[in-house]
């Protein structure tokens, strides 16, 4: 099988290339995308660079452009995207490329950071813990379950074109885990930290955040859900 | 928070809300204007201008005028800060996207009132 590469080193490169690798896939076996890149760097390059950790879909280490689709490569069988013979590997898009497939987060870190991703809740601490009915836990299905990837975030077009003023559906499905918490009393502050053009308004809907998802969430909803929110309060 | 001037409330909700009654608005006039020529198959210039001489027709397109200047500045004032940013174009975009913004409310502010004029004119 035809592997293309994206590669850049920042240090000897003046631009970035696409380098092609001939890997012979073992008879029998349904490889993931991180296997075969295993087996280059192995093999054939060991200066190929890419991140991974836990190579089950858990770390979120390995989000990387796979045939055009950003998927995580540790969990992605390379029957389901390979076309005519060919794997096409390039880097989250829209995120510096520090080298390779490795890529500089810290603009969906600071989104992330600022919709303040934790309970905030300003009642005195109860002597064993806050109680929320089996309800209330239900509502935070499908939003606690983010590992932050980025995968949705970098399909976004409105996340390429502002990423530091659209807070993009990673942060949003977080920022609305939060608003939708019984036990977070920050709600209205955390609400008007939102309502501004750019931070939920730029999500135009076209949910590339839902198809691209590697844990199956539902940014787009979320964001509506968040939509609603403000729209009850403002209205 | 994101602070910007140039939107058309300086808030989100307000602007998303804005885009979505107007896109209403103009919808009604469309179809009912449609309707009308569909229905007159022998439409002539007495009841063309009959129709757009009745005030309630009048308060209608205007309506729809201000809903088509509020839609399209809220639409052009989203393509300028999508693309018109220096991610894009580098040190000069403010100054591009200011021209641009410009430019573009003050083509929609004179199709507002030339069409005013047009409209009571008739």
Not at chain 1, 18 to 24: G, I, L, S
Not at chain 1, 126 to 154: F, H, M, V
Not at chain 1, 157 to 178: C, E, H, I, M, T
Not at chain 2, 69 to 83: E, I, L, N, P, S
């Amino acid at each position: 099988m035809l592997v293309s590469i994206y590669r850049y080193n920042p240090e000897t490169d003046t631009a970035p290339r696409m380098q092609d690798y001939q890997v012979d896939l073992p008879e029998g076996k349904d490889l993931m995308v991180l296997d075969v890149l295993q087996l280059v760097k192995d093999q054939q390059d060991v200066t190929l660079s890419y991140r991974r950790s836990c190579r089950e879909g858990v770390c979120g280490s390995d989000g990387m452009n796979i045939n055009g689709v950003n998927g995580l490569a540790c969990i992605t069988h390379v029957s389901s995207v390979v076309k005519n013979g060919k794997l096409v590997l390039r880097p989250l898009p829209g995120l510096p490329v520090i080298r390779d497939l490795v890529v500089d987060m810290s603009a969906f870190y600071a989104q992330y950071e600022r919709v303040k991703p934790y309970l905030q809740n300003d009642e005195p601490p109860p002597a064993i813990e806050r109680l929320q009915s089996p309800e209330d836990r239900a509502k935070l299905d499908g939003l606690y379950e983010c590992i932050l990837c980025a995968c949705c975030s970098t399909s976004c077009p409105s996340f390429w074109w502002n990423p530091d003023k659209f807070v993009g559906p990673a942060g949003l499905l977080q920022a609305y885990r939060f608003l939708a918490d019984s036990r977070d009393t920050h709600t209205q502050q955390r609400l008007s930290d939102l309502e501004d053009p750019f931070s939920v308004f730029r999500c135009r809907g076209i949910m590339n955040c839902v198809s691209v998802c590697p844990k199956h969430l539902n940014p787009t909803r979320a964001i509506g859900h968040i939509r609603d929110m403000l729209l009850e309060r403002g209205v | 928070m994101v602070t910007n001037i140039t939107s058309l409330g300086r808030n989100g909700l307000y602007d998303w809300l804005l885009q979505r009654v107007s896109a209403v608005v103009l919808l009604a006039w469309l179809l009912f204007v449609g309707g009308f020529v569909a229905t007159h198959g022998d439409l002539n210039f007495n009841q063309w201008q009959g129709l757009f001489a009745q005030t309630w027709m009048r308060v209608f397109t205007l309506a729809a005028l201000l809903s088509l200047f509020v839609h399209a500045w809220v639409g052009m004032w989203t393509v300028a800060t999508d693309y018109l940013t220096p991610l894009a174009l580098g040190g000069a975009a403010t100054w591009v996207r200011l021209g641009f913004q410009l430019i573009s409310f003050a083509v929609l502010i004179t199709y507002v009132v030339w069409a005013v004029q047009i409209l009571w004119g008739i």
